[in-house]
């Protein structure tokens, strides 16, 4: 009886030893560098990308937070690879502007977050930018941006919390109305139409005083 219960401990420490050697997760390391990265899409993949670059109007571009313990290896956005025409459609943009779909990933939770922190929503919105726009420029389009230096991206939407510093990037105007007319040039030419109209009264009023 002893033997056959020495066999059963024996059986159940080999089954366990395999669970016993691996390492319980530690969760996201607290030390590990993390950066936000530029992407662009070829159509069928994301391709490492400069965003200090203009973007091309049609173009789909990506941004992904990311841990990167060497310092230098970054990830690509997760997810399906959206389409241009799904997200924007296939109307042009208006004259002097370019419309491009801007992807953003948050990252993961498990291996991209400081500890304590949860990643919003991956976020996929088609943005109207004036030509020559970088690809920051564009991201500050879909959301709040600091950043510090050209292309170098601490939070998107004040996530990471813990990245500090750096300075908002400004979004650029809106996309005027296509076929509209410019506010100043409309205000113009209301004051010319009243100016006429009192110089026609003010000559009528003159014809009739001349005629006593």
């Given amino acids: 009886m002893l033997r056959a219960f020495g066999l059963a401990c024996a059986a159940a420490f080999f089954f366990a030893a395999p669970a016993l050697a691996e390492p319980a997760p530690t969760g996201p390391d607290p030390d590990a560098a993390r950066m936000w990265s530029y992407w662009q899409s070829d159509g069928t993949a994301w391709l490492s990308g400069q965003a200090g670059t203009a973007a091309r109007d049609g173009s789909v571009i990506g941004w992904r937070f990311a841990a990167t313990p060497d310092g230098s290896a970054a990830e690509s956005p997760r997810g399906d690879l959206p389409a241009f025409d799904q997200v924007c459609g296939k109307e042009p943009a208006a004259s ?37 726009a ?57 004051g010319a139409a009243v100016l006429l109209a009192g110089g026609v009264l003010v000559a009528r009023r003159s014809r009739g005083r001349a005629t006593l």
């Fill in 96 to 132: 002097g502007h370019q419309r491009v779909v801007v992807v953003v990933d948050f990252g993961d939770a498990e291996t991209d977050a400081y500890p304590g922190e949860q990643p919003p929503a991956a976020l996929t919105r088609c943005v109207s930018g004036a030509e020559g």
């Fill in 134 to 190: 970088t690809g920051v420029d564009l991201l500050a389009l879909a959301g709040r941006v600091r950043a510090e230096g050209p292309g170098a991206v601490l939070a998107v939407n004040d996530y990471p919390a813990r990245a500090k510093g750096g300075s908002e990037v400004a979004a650029a105007p809106s996309e005027p109305a296509e076929g509209g007319l410019p506010v100043l040039w409309i205000a113009g030419g209301a």
